[in-house]
């Protein structure tokens, strides 16, 4: 798993870390491949959003730019959203769409070439690390 004695915290972390960016592009891939739907733009929310190495990694590996809102707390925007359309404070969701404010764009970097080597170890490890559960409890 390449965990040696001289592994540091900063090294766990950033391995979590790319392993989120990895994991966002293969949701990527599969929404646009095997689902057919097209990415039009791309905004992210939510704790994660907050972490500029993940959000400009996944730009780098998905080749297209992340959108982060000033409010990355979505789940509450949106139920105040929906609250307030429904006692008529907001007309309709293109009123909304106007209220929409942007933080920070993330956009390509590198190609995402650059990332196959890593990313290929990547899923070998987590590929390895299916069994481990099912060996464990045998």
Known sequence: MGITPTTTKKHLVRAVLESIAFRNKQLHDIITTEVNIPSMSIRADGGVSKNSFVMQMTSDLINKSINKPDSTDMS???????????????????????????????????????????????????????????????
């Open 76 to 138: 509450c925007l949106g139920a105040a959203f929906l609250a307030g359309l429904a006692i008529g404070y907001w007309t309709d969701k293109e009123h909304l769409k106007t209220l929409r404010r942007t933080d920070m764009i993330f956009k390509p970097q590198r190609e995402p070439k650059e990332y196959e080597p890593a990313m290929s170890n990547w899923i070998k490890a987590v590929c390895r690390s299916l069994s481990w559960y099912s060996q464990a409890s045998q």
